[in-house]
């Protein structure tokens, strides 16, 4: 398949990118743009598929000023033109296995009693796993790679993002009514595009040599 986007495109969206310390609120990301940025969480890889997530966009402008206090007063979560507040479903049990095959089957045209024995491979892994496994964590680490994709398409996009961990989940689950849902709060990422005099927009990328990162065995 030919390349959509060429290496040195990649590396050179991948440059321009950076954790956004200030966005110019008056920019609002196009609303197509928005919705493929929706679809590349959507189409975000995880564990057997199974998407132990849910990603919160934040609108409400009240709401989101409210959130900077929980954010240790960083502002881009009011600012950017989009907040996401990345979460994990609390409870990952047979019913939500049993729900996530039967959407498989109806997706891939197949019967659920073909897809049974995947099924019980997935609930086996997670009642008895093949090593310690912390239901939470495991959740959590999938989070990570749909924010990994979302900020990548993000930058090919030309659009500003800011990975956040500085923030309190537990206000954050109570000011939004995530626990009442079933989810709890992981990392957050705001998106717009950078404002005009945020210093570290210029301030050259600091990564250690790529012989020093890159081992091959």
């Keep these: 398949m030919t390349s959509v986007v060429s290496p040195d495109q990649l590396l050179q969206q991948l440059h321009w990118r950076y954790a956004t310390k ?3 609120p008056t920019k609002k990301i196009p609303q197509e743009v928005w ?3 929706e679809k590349s969480l959507v189409l975000a890889p995880s564990s057997f598929g199974l998407q132990p997530w849910k990603f919160f966009v934040v609108t409400n402008p009240q709401t989101r000023q409210q959130l900077v206090a929980h954010s240790w007063n960083q502002t ?5 033109s989009h907040l996401v507040v990345l979460a994990i479903k609390k ?3 047979d019913a939500y296995v049993d729900h996530y095959v039967q959407h498989m089957a109806s997706v891939r045209e197949t019967s659920v009693e073909n897809l049974a024995g995947f099924g019980n491979v997935v609930k086996g892994f997670l009642t008895n796993p093949p090593y310690p496994l912390d239901l939470e964590e495991w959740a959590k680490r999938q989070v990570y790679v749909a924010l ?3 900020m990548t398409s993000a930058a090919l996009l030309g659009i500003d993002t800011c990975p956040m961990e500085g923030f309190a989940p537990a206000k954050y689950d109570e000011t939004l009514g995530l626990t009442e849902l079933g989810y709890a709060s992981v990392v957050l990422c705001p998106l717009g595009y950078r404002a005009t005099d945020d210093k570290y927009a ?3 990328k600091v990564r250690f040599p790529q012989e020093e990162m890159v081992q091959y065995l």
């Excluded at 881009?76 to 950017?80: E, G, I, P, T």
């Design 22 to 24: 200030k966005f110019d």
């Design 35 to 37: 919705e493929a940025l």
């Design 76 to 80: 881009q979560v009011a600012d950017a």
């Design 91 to 93: 409870e990952i049990n």
């Design 148 to 150: 990994g994709q979302l």
């Design 202 to 204: 210029v301030m050259p």
